[in-house]
């Protein structure tokens, strides 16, 4: 099904827009569930696309990620806001409650700006920081060993290195807690990505063989590397957990050079942001996770009527 915007033309994608899918949204077309582009009526090129995801995230509400980009001179043409709000509507109907922006934008940013104007608002902010190394093992360790002392650990308790753990359970707690797609994560955890996670320092926590935590990160240059994923099941946040995966993790990348971690946190991660003020860490930037609740002019986007008042 086709419909027109201000001498564009709406259309699902085909096979012969494969090339232009991965130049506009950076991945293949099979990437996606439901994939849209905006064509030049005149010209015939594809201008503009925008796709959602496979997985769905569950909180705050359920939903899959979306991915919209309009080439530069065609912005400000109601392109973003018509390939957005229709796909809301497919995806309504498919039993989603909300789109969410598949990738996370910082505060302020030209891309912030953007996904607001898209009627996005923000569900969660994520803080990025920068922490030494160096006291991380001294002050570690003796809490760590101090839990275990007092019997504060479970017995069937386990640190695996992530080359053998179980992947699908490291996506399926991922996808519950963080969200993102899980062939993306595949790929990663498998090293066959150019920022997979490293299997020497990532660390995976099992308890009676189920996997509720774990620290999944990749290095960035010789003396620092970004921790991707920070992860403990609800259940055991804020405690020994948290603790035992970070020394682990920490005396892992030491043994390699590196002096510096980048982590992330989000708002409920508040056992990583007191650990982060505690061990003299500096904040470098805040990006927020934007969902749009469907509903609204979302629900304008009925097949062949896209909304009159696009400006984006």
């Known amino acids: 099904m086709e419909h027109s915007v201000l001498g564009f033309t709406i259309r699902s994608a085909q096979p012969r827009d494969a090339k232009a899918i991965r130049m506009l949204l950076g991945s293949p077309a099979e990437q996606f569930a439901d994939l849209?582009?905006?064509?030049?009526s005149g010209r015939g090129t594809v201008v503009a696309a925008a796709g959602v995801t496979h997985s769905r995230r569950q909180t705050p509400l359920v939903g899959p990620g979306i991915t919209v980009h309009v080439i530069a001179p065609c912005r400000r043409r109601g392109l973003g806001r018509a390939l957005t709000n229709h796909l809301a509507h497919r995806a309504g109907a498919n039993?989603?409650?909300?789109?969410?922006a598949a990738q996370k934008v910082e505060l302020g940013s030209e891309e912030w700006q953007a996904l607001c104007a898209l009627e996005f608002t923000s569900c969660e902010t994520v803080q990025h920081h920068e922490l030494p190394l160096d006291q991380f093992e001294l002050q570690l360790a003796p809490l760590y060993e101090r839990l275990r002392a007092k019997g504060r650990i479970p017995a069937s308790a386990r640190l695996v290195p992530l080359a053998t753990a179980n992947f699908d359970e490291v996506v399926r707690l991922h996808l519950a807690e963080l969200?993102?797609?899980?062939?993306t994560l595949m790929r990663r955890l498998r090293g066959e990505a150019p920022d997979s996670f490293s299997a020497r320092y990532s660390q995976v926590l099992v308890i009676d063989d189920q996997t509720v935590g774990?620290?999944?990160a990749h290095r960035t240059d010789r003396t620092t590397a970004t921790v991707d994923a920070n992860v403990l099941a609800p259940e055991f946040r804020n405690g020994w957990a948290n603790i035992w995966l970070k020394l682990e993790?920490?005396?892992g990348a030491l043994r390699l050079g590196i002096t510096k971690f980048i982590f992330t946190s989000f708002d409920h991660y508040t056992d990583t942001r007191s650990f982060t003020q505690r061990f003299g860490g500096a904040?470098?930037?805040?990006?927020?996770?934007?969902?749009r609740p469907l509903g609204g002019s979302a629900a304008q986007a009925v097949a062949g009527e896209p909304p009159s008042d696009l400006a984006t």
Do not use: N
């Not at 849209?36 to 030049?40: L, R």
């Not at 039993?95 to 969410?100: I, K, N, R």
């Open 36 to 40: 849209w582009v905006a064509v030049d």
């Open 95 to 100: 039993g989603a409650v909300a789109l969410y």
């Open 179 to 183: 969200g993102s797609d899980s062939q």
């Open 214 to 216: 774990f620290i999944l």
């Open 249 to 251: 993790a920490t005396r």
């Open 283 to 291: 904040t470098s930037k805040t990006v927020a996770l934007m969902h």
